[in-house]
Antibody, heavy 122, light 108 residues
């Protein structure tokens, strides 16, 4: 069974930093692209960024609102993907979901974690 | 950037058919995926590649895509189908994943 468990959310002041973790199990993590998707309170889904598998280059891509502030890394040894968030602003307040990309269906977010809440407020 | 537009809300009686549109420029040339999100839960993939159903998704869910509009159809709507629905594509020109604005389906 595919499982994605996010952690690391919490309250942070504007300008601060936070690192989210996503522990994966139930599939071959090293072969799988991973992504982060967020949802602001009462709003829709917004793609944040992705990391390709190492065999596909291990590169990262980000949505415009977070480019240059957020980074993603992956540790295949412990099947974990991280989202490092710097220079946080109030608009970054959201539930952050970890997802697989294309584990079973190419270019889709086919499995999701339960999410972790990040609140940016003074 | 590529934009996907959905109606904000849709109400349907039990047993009837709900059709949720997702409009985008030449969306018919892209692969469209659909997600269902119930209150307080993470989204779930319900349709991929325009019209395919993942394992475990009821046959009541179907999809189509042509021209500038993709459509998610829920036949024989049940109370448990009440949720928010989002379409999604990969925009290769912008190297971005794009979600639709979302549609809240209410079962009367």
């Amino acid at each position: 069974e595919v499982q994605l468990v996010e952690s690391g959310g919490g309250l942070v002041k504007p300008g601060g930093s936070l690192r989210l973790s996503c522990a994966a199990s139930g599939f071959t993590f090293s072969n799988t692209w991973m992504s982060w998707v967020r949802q602001a309170p009462g709003k829709g889904l917004e793609w944040v960024g992705r990391v390709k598998s190492d065999i596909d280059g291990g590169t990262t891509d980000f949505a415009a609102p977070v480019k240059g502030r957020f980074s993603i890394s992956r540790h295949d040894s412990n099947s974990t993907v991280y989202l490092q968030m710097n220079s946080l602003v109030t608009e970054d307040t959201a539930v952050y979901y970890c997802t697989t990309i294309g584990l079973t269906v190419s270019a889709s977010f086919d499995f999701w974690g339960h999410g972790t809440l990040v609140s940016v407020s003074s | 950037s590529y934009v996907l537009t959905q109606p904000p809300s849709l109400s349907v009686a039990p047993g009837r058919t709900a059709r949720i549109s997702c409009g985008g420029d030449n969306i018919g040339r892209k692969n469209v995926h659909w997600y269902q999100q119930k209150p307080g839960q993470a989204p779930v993939l319900v349709i991929y590649y325009d019209s395919e159903r993942p394992s475990g998704i009821p046959e009541r869910f179907s999809g189509s895509n042509s021209g500038n509009t993709a459509t998610l159809t829920i036949s024989g709507v049940e109370a448990g189908d009440e949720a928010d629905y989002y379409c999604q594509v990969w925009d290769s020109s912008g190297d971005q994943y794009v979600f639709g604005t979302g549609t809240k389906v209410t079962v009367l």
